[in-house]
């Protein structure tokens, strides 16, 4: 009988791409299984199959069971993975990158390692959020300062837009309910927008803590990531399933979200943003970290890299070692 221990690893070339994947899927009071290169899903009205490299983020609601089967399958393929609350979505577990290439992570250890290329990363993701500026030669502390009375307008012209009132910023951490629907409704997008970002990030290669604006968490890369279409997605969005109702705002921001992200093809361009971040337009354009080949090499001497796999402490010709990754 075949075994998941058998089954031979699936390669880069065999994963579905990360722009071309659902954004996420949203799964509760269920029992959460494998078969074959599928995860299925039993609940009260029967099985249902999804095919898990076609999945970015699979977020685990309340009542949720999975085995380690499935979550071995999840992690093959590279979907990440978040055990979610009753209202609220967090992110605590993910899967392998689906590229084997470290392009993308040594570009943005290289990036964040100086601190001019770092304020040059932070000044780009501002444009990226607001083309209609150029924030050459703006301090730190002047991007913070923009970005917050930005942040303020555009809670204001989404108020007017919808007619729904706005009387400022309120969420407490644990406490989906003790804020309005509109409160609610921007959290669940901000967390909903966090675990796809940590989906993307991961499935790259990059490092999830080494942020250019955010600094000193974990996650602060993604925070990053996720608040570039901050203003242009969420909020909006939150806005909008707040005026429609003030009943049930979480699920339907989620299902909302979902809807607006596949419209957009967002993760496609969550893609592409993160390349131009770290690699600058032009070697964006020629990078396809997902078709990177399955290489390994040593360090040598003068920035040079030397082929793997071989013993360098005789002379002449090199013996070659059985490697195995």
Not at 36 to 61: F, K, M, W
Not at 69 to 91: I, K, P
Request: glycine share 10%.
């Amino acid at each position: 009988m075949t075994t998941v221990s058998r089954r031979a690893a699936l390669t880069p070339r065999q994963l579905t791409r990360t722009g071309e994947r659902l954004s996420f899927v949203y799964l509760e009071r269920c029992v959460v299984h494998r078969d074959a290169n599928a995860i299925t899903v039993e609940d009260a009205e029967g099985t249902t199959h999804i095919p898990s490299a076609t999945i970015g983020t699979l977020l685990l609601g309340p009542g949720t069971r999975i085995t380690h089967q499935a979550m071995s399958v999840l992690g093959e393929t590279g979907s990440a993975v978040c055990w979610v609350g009753e209202q609220g979505v967090r992110y605590y577990a993910g899967g392998r990158a689906l590229t084997r290439s470290s392009a993308l992570a040594e570009a943005q250890a290289v990036q964040w390692a100086n601190i001019r290329s770092r304020l040059g990363v932070a000044r780009a993701m501002y444009r990226l959020r607001f083309p209609d500026e150029d924030p050459a030669g703006l301090t730190r502390h002047e991007l913070l300062g923009r970005e917050g009375r930005r942040l303020k307008d555009c809670y204001r012209a989404q108020s007017a837009r919808t007619g729904v009132p706005w009387r400022g910023r309120r969420y407490t951490p644990g406490d989906f309910s003790s804020g309005d629907a509109v409160n609610q409704a921007i959290t669940a997008a901000a967390q909903c927008t966090y675990g796809i970002a940590h989906a993307v990030v991961a499935s790259l290669g990059c490092s999830p803590a080494l942020g250019f604006v955010h600094s000193g968490h974990e996650l602060s890369f993604v925070l990053d990531i996720a608040d570039l279409y901050k203003t242009e997605i969420g909020i909006p969005l939150a806005f909008d399933v707040a005026a429609e109702d003030e009943e049930d705002v979480g699920s339907r921001t989620r299902r909302a979200l979902r809807d607006r992200i596949n419209e957009t093809s967002l993760l496609d361009r969550c893609v592409n943003d993160i390349k131009k971040l770290l690699l600058g337009k032009e070697m964006a354009a020629n990078t396809a970290t997902n078709d990177a080949p399955d290489v390994v090499t040593l360090q040598s001497d003068g920035g040079q890299e030397v082929a793997a796999g071989r013993n360098y402490g005789g002379e002449g010709d090199f013996d070659v070692l059985e490697t195995t990754w």
